[in-house]
């Protein structure tokens, strides 16, 4: 089976809990039932051009990534819905062929790939591996570490006030893109 593997991020380039979860199913997919995998997965190389694609094999695994650091980000909703990240990865997945595609996390890829791939009929499982589609700290966890009621209106304003989410915290990444890699000389400076 062609299996089509979408997360945000994997090792060694990210080493979370989802990301270690992944590399290990699509390792004893391959392994064990001769699946042949490819994994869709987002990098931030600052070195790259902002949505370079990259492939890479490894342990029997056809690894794509779209590198986006954020430099055209103008909105919050530009991380987790991406018009241009969604027809990169679409061209890939049409591309690839899956007989069906294994979605995890699409922040920093985008949410548009899932109705692209419902269009072209390739079945979709998706695993929730935490709260991201409803808490954008992705644990319903307040900034005290205590269990969050919900998403807004309730919960959200403890951990995004409502001035900034109306103002638009994704107004802030352009200039913090500039301003990060200046960072350590700032700091070291200080």
Known sequence: MRVLTIVHGFPPAAGGGTEIYVHDLVRALEQRFADE???????????????????ERRDGIEIVWINHAYRACRSFEDSYRHARVGRIGAAIAA???????????????????????????????????????????????????????????????RCVPDELAAWGAGALAPWWRRLEPRLPALLAGA
């Open 37 to 55: 995998i490819c994994v869709l997965t987002r990098e931030d190389d600052s070195s790259r051009p902002e949505y370079a694609v990259r492939h």
């Open 95 to 157: 591309e690839w062929r899956p007989d069906v595609a294994h979605v995890h996390h699409l922040t920093h890829l985008s949410t548009d790939l899932v109705p692209d791939l419902a269009r072209r009929s390739v079945p979709i499982v998706c695993t929730l591996n935490d709260y991201w589609l409803i808490c954008h700290r992705g644990q319903l966890l307040d900034l005290d570490g205590r269990r969050c009621e919900g998403s807004y209106p309730a919960g959200c304003p």
